[in-house]
């Protein structure tokens, strides 16, 4: 199973980038990253996902080295409402009895 | 949002006591898993489900089973619930495909007292 490693939290400022780094050194040929935010007392939803190189949809771009033992999710511009866990997910459930496991989530704060 | 329903979604129940978290879907999913999150813990993987009647344990099994008759429902069962069972419990699915998106249900709030 490929472990991943997050920051615990991270401050920033309402208008800055965040840039949030995820390492999966033992990730899998056919695993996927997926990144997940987290509000409390609620689900987890997803955010982005990829499998290489950079992708980019219309709240985040995820960022992913040749080597794939890392990855960073950037957010443009945080707002305050952008305060939540965010989660780095590694695997890939179309293997019968995949079994998919979070790690601990990077808590972000965003101040006014 | 994916059709996903947890139920109950608060629960105070006694030591020792059965409970039986259920989760049913509406989007013909093959895989289901039960997660718990605890405070300084993030998510673990309970119990997950490849297919009817095929499930495999997770990272925090002991003191859980699950059952899956059917496609759309996915059961959590404590046979004798402990304190150290309190805590929020989420109910998760996918579909078969290559790297596909877990969705998530609302979670259910289980305080063992």
């Known amino acids: 199973l490929a472990k991943t490693t997050q920051p615990i939290s991270m401050d920033s400022y309402e208008g800055q980038e965040v840039n949030i780094t995820c390492s999966h050194n033992?990730?899998?040929?056919?695993?996927?990253i997926t990144w997940y935010q987290q509000f409390p007392s609620q689900g987890p939803r997803f955010i982005i996902q990829g499998y290489k190189t950079k992708v980019t949809n219309e709240v985040a771009s995820l960022f992913i080295p040749a080597d794939r033992k890392s990855s960073t999710l950037s957010l443009p511009r945080v707002s305050l409402s952008d305060t939540a866990v965010y989660y780095c997910l590694v695997g890939d459930n179309n293997n019968a009895g995949n079994m998919l496991t979070f790690g601990g989530g990077t808590r972000l704060m965003v101040k006014p | 949002d994916a059709g996903i329903t947890q139920s109950p979604r608060h629960k105070v129940t006694e030591t020792g006591t059965p409970v039986t978290l259920r989760c049913h879907q509406t989007e013909n999913h093959r895989y289901m898993y039960w997660y718990r999150q605890d405070p300084g813990h993030g998510l673990r993987l309970i119990h997950y489900?490849?297919?009817?009647?095929?499930?495999d344990k997770g990272e925090v099994s002991d003191g859980y089973s699950v059952s899956r008759s059917k496609t759309e429902d996915f059961l959590l069962t404590l046979e004798s619930a402990t304190s150290s069972q309190t805590s929020v419990y989420f109910c998760?699915?996918?579909?078969?495909?290559?790297?596909?998106?877990?969705?998530f249900g609302e979670g259910s709030w289980l305080t063992v007292v």
């Open positions: 489900s490849y297919g009817v009647k095929d499930t």
């Open positions: 998760a699915i996918s579909a078969n495909q290559p790297g596909n998106t877990i969705y």
């Open positions: 033992n990730i899998a040929t056919n695993d996927y």
